[in-house]
């Protein structure tokens, strides 16, 4: 049963069918199947054949477009389940994607683990520059700066923004994480990064280790 829901919700990203993605997402949680589970084994398994399918030529943008599209309705009811944590924060992060790169899934995954972990996130959405970057942790007095990045091409920001804080003697201010499908840990010790997560649970973890909790 579980692992039909799985199967079914992978195929739904696929096959595009937000509806059923919809349905299948509700379903899954109420079967009490943990939001985190049906997310990784059903939706992101989905979503990272439709990568596979579409790097071998067998769909095309506007398919990716759709699938990307109900991938976005099945995550807006499990990062809805997942809640937020305890009114204490552990801690407050500012979150985006790179400029250059429209990739959110991924990061809207990570900003719902974290709330839900209680860290104050504040989301600086997709194609933000380091500029932006930069003045949202000032004004939010963030301790973690976190970058996501889904392109080769636009990964070289997160190195940029690295050298931009010791330019500007800022280096020991922030913590920084990155992340993202090109991303590895090896890339974060070149760049001088903080911490590198290869998911939204390891992101929580490598914070949390990162802030002492
Ligand atoms: C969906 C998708 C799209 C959607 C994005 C919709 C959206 N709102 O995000 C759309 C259709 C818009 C799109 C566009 C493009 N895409 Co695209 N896309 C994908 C796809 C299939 C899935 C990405 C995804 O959502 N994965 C699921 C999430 C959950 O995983 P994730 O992002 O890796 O995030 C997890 C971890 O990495 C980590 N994480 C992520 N960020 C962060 C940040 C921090 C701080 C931390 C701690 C952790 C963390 O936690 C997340 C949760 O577990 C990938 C294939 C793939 N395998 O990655 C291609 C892929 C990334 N795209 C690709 C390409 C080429 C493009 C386009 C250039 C296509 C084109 N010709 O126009 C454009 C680029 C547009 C741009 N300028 O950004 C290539 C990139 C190739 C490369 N090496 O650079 C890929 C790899 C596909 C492929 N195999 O060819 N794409």
Redesign the pocket.
Known sequence: MTDDLFTQAARAIVEADREAAVRIAAEALEAGIAPGEIM?KGF?AG??E???L??SGELF?PE??M??QA??GAMAITNAALGEGAAVRKGTIV?GTVQ????????A??IAYLKANSYQVHDLG?DCSIETFLAKAAEHAADVI?????????MEEQKKLIARLKEQGQRDSYKV???????TQRWADQIGADA?????S??VK??DALLGH
């Open positions: 990784a992101v979503i990272a439709v990568g596979e579409f790097e943008l990716l477009m699938a990307a991938m976005e979150l250059g790169d429209v990739h959110d899934i991924g990061k995954i990570v997709r976190g970058m996501s990045a889904l392109l080769t091409t636009t994480i990155v992340g993202g499908a090109p991303c590198y997560a290869e998911d939204a390891d992101g490598k914070i």
